[in-house]
């Protein structure tokens, strides 16, 4: 006898989580799950707050919230620090968002679409499945902060109670401590809300409020600093020109039509002309069908989306990474599942999906192992032998590049302290060699503490040869050492 519907559909189901986390499984080993110095802060982070010293933001930044360190503290608390640790709340608060994106979807799609916009977020698209594997600090719980919002925002069109209403607020204030990305997301939703329950604006003063408690560090932070968080717009052209690099490369990035880092397109430019005609034909026709529906709701969150977004300075800085649409993941799952109104439907989405995926994932893995100049420069998983050699000589503080110093303090669990220098002034007294402070420290107390210690200084291969500094350090008769890609110069006894 065939398998009933229903167990083909919870084969579907766990043949795409399966699938899901063996993309995290294949990312954590490859390349692409290299640890650096960016995921290695939040790490830090997470380890001083274990200790009580919180900090708002990320670590020298104005912006990018400290939730996800914090989140993260009870699991150093019970499994000890480690990369892997470290990486197990970015990739919950995906799964908990694919949870969510679910609820969303059967509200406004249809129970098998919902089923199917879940599991899209869980394997697809490919770029925010990098950026949250690795722990980068904040993008995790922006895809969650997304999909509540979302679904609360339907519940208000449902019942707009007061508790909904505040709840809303409180959603949004954290969201917003966590990354201004949100605003985009946000400002169409709770106009869309409005416009379909004008009934809720009674309670309005509820969501001001919990928004205020929820964003609450990053108003005292503000207050304190001068209001630093504050990004500066973007003018006129900037915005055009925002607007321009929206549609092309980066929105075709995020969808894995074109390959992050390298722009390479995932078909001939015939077919992908083709399928970008197919895919705006497809939505003009299903945002007018649904205008009067929830499903409405994410069409004009779709349609507002790049209009705001490109207000930011910002969001045209990188042109290779389309790292400021990761927020918009949800949305574009929950677009592309509202196809999937029947099983074979559904299947077919998720394995198109699937499929773009993996042949993205790869590409952006062989672009990284290529032999070939990259930014940031590549540095290897182990620091094992680096942190060997630096034992033995006796070098427990030490000057670094930015992607070597924060990856030691924390492989090290801060028994080497290591901070980083843009190496333009320095001083000699008594044949110690000390950087100046740099105008940007991402943790002042390391620059100070490694500046007052016996110091030795770690560079990546060829750089020694071209920094100006190794002049003085070789004049003052620093040992060199060789290790891997690395060159110590320690001072001698």
Request: net charge positive; charged share 15%.
């Given at each position: ?8 559909r919870w ?6 989580v ?18 650096d ?5 939040v790490?830090?982070m ?6 009580g010293?919180f ?12 939730q996800?360190?914090?989140l993260?503290?009870?699991?150093f ?11 197990i ?8 968002a ?11 799609f249809?129970?098998?679409p ?6 899209l ?9 990098v ?24 519940r208000i069109?449902?019942e ?8 809303f607020?409180l959603?949004?204030?954290l969201?917003?401590?966590e990354?201004a990305q ?6 169409p ?5 409005l416009?379909r ?12 409020v ?10 005292v932070?503000n207050?304190?600093n001068?209001w630093?968080s504050?990004?500066?717009?973007a003018?006129?052209?900037?915005y ?12 075709p990035?995020?969808l894995?039509?074109r390959?992050p880092?390298?722009?390479e ?7 992908t ?17 649904a205008?009067?529906?929830n499903?409405?709701?994410?069409f ?17 800085i ?14 574009v799952?929950?677009?592309l599942a509202?196809?999937a ?5 559904a ?26 100049p990259?930014?940031?420069p590549?540095?290897?998983r182990d ?6 050699s ?9 000057y670094?590049d ?6 030691l303090?924390f492989a ?18 008594d ?7 740099p105008?940007?420290v ?5 620059q ?5 210690a ?15 500094i ?12 060789t ?8 001072p001698?006894?």
């Open positions: 006898m065939l398998p009933s519907l229903s167990r083909l084969v579907g189901v766990g043949a795409a399966a699938a899901g986390i063996a993309f995290r499984v294949w990312i954590y080993r490859s390349a692409l799950g290299a640890p110095s960016d995921e290695a802060i790490g830090l997470a380890r001083h707050a274990l200790h010293h900090t708002v933001f990320f670590w020298g930044q104005p912006y990018g919230g400290s996800e360190a914090l993260t503290v009870p699991v608390a019970v499994f000890g620090t480690s990369l892997l640790a470290l990486r709340v970015p990739i919950l608060l995906t799964a908990l694919a949870v969510v994106v679910w609820r969303v979807g059967r509200r406004s249809g129970e098998l919902g089923a199917v916009a879940g599991l977020v869980w394997l697809w698209p490919p770029y925010p499945i950026h949250t594997t690795p722990a980068f600090g904040f993008y995790g719980a922006t895809l969650l902060y997304c999909a509540l919002l979302l679904l609360l925002a339907l069109v449902e707009p109670s007061l508790l909904r209403v505040a709840l607020g959603v949004f204030g969201a917003f401590w990354s949100i605003i985009p997301i946000a400002a939703i709770i106009a869309w809300t416009w329950r004008p009934r809720a604006l009674r309670h309005v003063w509820a969501a001001l919990a928004a205020a408690i929820g964003a609450l560090p990053w108003l932070w207050i304190e001068d630093r504050v990004l500066a717009r003018s006129l052209s900037a055009f020109h925002g607007l321009r690099l929206f549609a092309s490369p980066l929105l990035m995020l894995g039509l390959t880092l390298t722009g397109a995932l078909l001939p430019k015939v077919l002309l083709a399928v970008y005609a197919i895919l705006l034909a497809a939505f003009a026709w299903c945002a007018v069908r205008r009067r529906s499903a409405g709701l994410i004009v969150v779709a349609l507002a989306f790049p209009l705001l977004w490109a207000i930011s300075h910002r969001v045209a990188l042109t290779s990474h389309p790292i400021y649409l990761i927020v918009l993941a949800p949305v799952a929950l677009l509202s196809v109104t029947s099983d074979w439907r299947a077919a989405v998720l394995v198109a999906a699937a499929a773009v995926s993996a042949v993205t994932l790869q590409r952006m893995d062989s672009w990284l192992t290529a032999d070939r990259h930014w940031p590549p540095t290897p620091f094992s032998p680096l942190v060997a630096l034992d033995e000589l006796h070098v427990d503080r030490v670094a930015y992607w070597i110093a924060y990856r303090d090290t669990n801060e028994r080497i302290v290591a901070t980083y220098d843009d190496w333009l002034h320095w001083s000699t007294h044949g110690k060699v000390t950087p100046d402070p105008l940007a991402r943790w002042p107390p390391y100070r503490e490694v500046a007052a016996r110091h030795g200084f770690v560079f990546l291969r060829p750089e020694p040869y071209s920094n100006p190794v002049t003085a350090l070789r004049r003052e008769r620093y040992a060199i050492r290790v891997g890609p690395f060159v110590i110069y320690a001698r006894h």
